[in-house]
């Protein structure tokens, strides 16, 4: 049985830190017409849905007991997440003729950046005991 992390409400605290970023900042590329604003919105889910996935198969193991399944898991959850990268780059790129490059890799990378932000800006001293 699988016993969840204690430190999982800071991952989703990342989470929902990437998914509100990835939904707002294509406003910002509106200006620049619905392609750059809908090409942003696609960068931004193809950095948050591999990094989604990453979390999911990471965190489902806790304690010094489950340290070969936290291994094993956090392999397979990388791999994963830079197939599932890689996959919906080769689905935008092959079927979305439109699309904004620059709007596209501007969302991608506002959306990983978010990974550094997000302890920042948080109210929450970091524990000295981890």
């Not at 919906?88 to 501007?106: E, P, R």
Request: aromatic share 16%; glycine share 6%; proline share 5%.
């Amino acid at each position: 049985m699988a016993v969840r992390s204690p430190h999982i409400f800071i991952v989703r605290r990342l989470l929902l830190t990437q998914l509100a970023i990835s939904i707002f900042f294509p406003l910002a590329f509106l200006p620049f017409g619905m392609n750059a604003a809908w090409s942003a919105l696609a960068g931004g889910f193809a950095s948050f849905i591999p990094n989604a996935y990453f979390a999911y198969r990471t965190f489902q193991y806790s304690g010094a007991r489950a340290v070969n399944a936290i291994a094993r898991s956090m392999f397979a959850g990388e791999i994963g997440k830079l197939a599932l990268m890689a996959l919906i780059f080769i689905v935008l790129f092959k079927y979305q003729k439109t699309l904004n490059h620059g709007a596209l890799f501007s969302g991608f990378i506002v959306v990983q950046l978010s990974v550094w932000l997000t302890p920042l800006l948080s109210n929450r001293k970091p524990n000295s005991s981890i």
